[in-house]
């Protein structure tokens, strides 16, 4: 049975973190005209930002393999607000790009240690709470364009620093609730792992988890674009209404929040490849659809793509974490740092493809990037059973052929 008081504060601490990142793409196409950047160096601050949130994850995966730190999870929170209120305040490039490390340093930290205690908590139906944990993130992400909107709205890019104060009160809150984290999950912490680094090489460098990195890379370029993207397209290309692109931002995310809570349930029914490669394949017709409709309609297309390609996120989570187990930290920080955090380096590209060869282009290239991650997703193992059996099996027979064999045998004699 999952403890329900930690998971909500587990959650309220995800959405506050991720609430911080989300106001970041609605900041973009301001901090571009403040500043006078041009498209490279825009998706050079998305660059910026998930390098520092995602890429480096596992490095706190790892450490959060070997010791308890539940510590970060609060520093993190107040790390990450206070970066992104920096950010709008920057007076110039450099310092831009400076406070948006810092606060991507800070939601870093944050997610390994938070994923650990999920799945701690989650027993048997770790791929459900892995879920629900996800959905306080995607609602932060949602949420983080309406929060960016009101208080640029209403005070300028300065406004921004108004989400330290909620940061820090929601970081107090979480660090109350350390006694009881460790009370419920205390044996599960006091675990830690001590594999060899060869065996840690070894794993991250097979192939499923290649495939799976490779495949949840795409689906993060994907989104970077959509999320960062789609508002410059929509405001500087076609002159249309900041505030109406950031609630089609919104819906997409919310969507997203919405897809993550039937995801996970579904792929323990029906698998977890198969989960992914439906989503991948409805992704293209629903993109397709996303620039060529307006209004209303733009915003219900939104959502269902949100609904889509973020309900997989829990699933790719929990299907690293089955293919490592004894790296849970590692495997947490892989897929949902390093992989997501590759679509920084999607963003930095796509920008380029911008401004040389216009936005136009640049947004049929997110349209046409879920054909690939679809191919690649069919190259999946159906579980990480079936992966595991296969190591099993391939140690039995290296074990039998390095054995010593038994005096007048031949090595080879059947």
């Given amino acids: ?18 609430l911080n990142q989300g106001a970041l793409p609605l900041m973009l196409p301001l901090l571009q005209k403040s500043l006078g950047l041009s498209y490279t160096a825009t ?3 998305v660059l910026a930002s998930q390098i520092s949130s995602s890429i480096v994850q596992p490095l706190f995966g790892y450490y959060s393999d070997r010791r308890s730190m539940l510590w970060i999870m609060p520093l993190g929170i107040l790390v990450t607000g206070m970066g992104i209120g920096l950010a709008g305040i920057a007076s110039n490039y450099p310092v831009l790009l400076l ?44 949420l983080g364009p309406l929060l960016a909107t009101a208080l640029i709205g209403w005070f300028g890019l300065p406004g921004m620093l108004g989400v330290i104060a909620p940061s820090a009160l929601m970081a107090l809150g979480l660090r109350a609730s350390f006694p009881r984290i460790v009370r419920v999950t205390g044996e599960g912490l006091k675990h830690h792992s001590r594999v060899p680094g060869r065996e840690i090489w070894s794993t991250l460098f097979s192939r499923p988890v290649m495939l799976l990195v490779l495949v949840v890379s795409i689906r993060s370029w994907v989104q970077m674009g ?16 900041q505030p109406f692109i950031s609630r089609v ?10 897809g993550t809570l039937v995801g996970g349930p579904v792929s323990d029914s029906l698998g977890r490849k198969p989960v992914i490669a439906l989503s991948l394949a409805l992704m293209m017709p629903l993109l397709y659809l996303l620039i060529h409709t307006r209004g209303a309609w733009m915003l219900v297309v939104s959502g269902i793509a949100g609904f889509v390609l973020v309900s997989t996120y829990s ?24 992989a997501i955090g590759t679509g920084g380096i999607g963003a930095t590209v796509l920008g380029r493809i911008a401004d040389v060869w216009g936005m136009p282009v640049a947004l049929w290239c997110i349209i046409v990037l879920p054909v690939l991650g ?4 069919l190259l999946l193992p159906r579980d990480a059973a079936e ?28």
Wanted: with cysteine.
């Fill in 1 to 18: 049975m999952l403890d329900a008081v930690i998971m909500l504060w587990l959650n309220l601490g995800h959405l506050f973190t991720d």
């Fill in 43 to 45: 998706g050079a601050i």
């Fill in 99 to 142: 406070a948006v490390l810092l606060s991507g340093l800070g939601a870093a930290s944050f997610h390994p240690e938070a994923s650990k205690v999920a799945f701690l908590i989650g027993g048997p139906r770790r791929a459900s709470a892995m879920s629900i944990f996800y959905v306080g993130g995607n609602l932060g992400f949602g």
């Fill in 226 to 241: 959509v999320v960062n993207f789609i508002p410059l397209w929509y405001v500087n290309y076609l002159g249309g209404s």
């Fill in 249 to 258: 931002v919104t819906a997409f995310l919310i969507g997203g929040a919405v």
């Fill in 315 to 338: 699933v790719t989570v929990v299907f690293g974490q089955e293919l490592m187990p004894k790296l849970l930290g590692i495997a947490s920080g892989l897929m949902m740092g390093f």
């Fill in 374 to 377: 679809f191919a690649l997703s």
């Fill in 387 to 414: 992966v595991i059996a296969a190591g099993a099996k391939e140690e039995k027979a290296g074990s039998y052929v390095q054995s010593p064999t038994r005096a007048g045998e031949s090595c080879c004699s059947k």
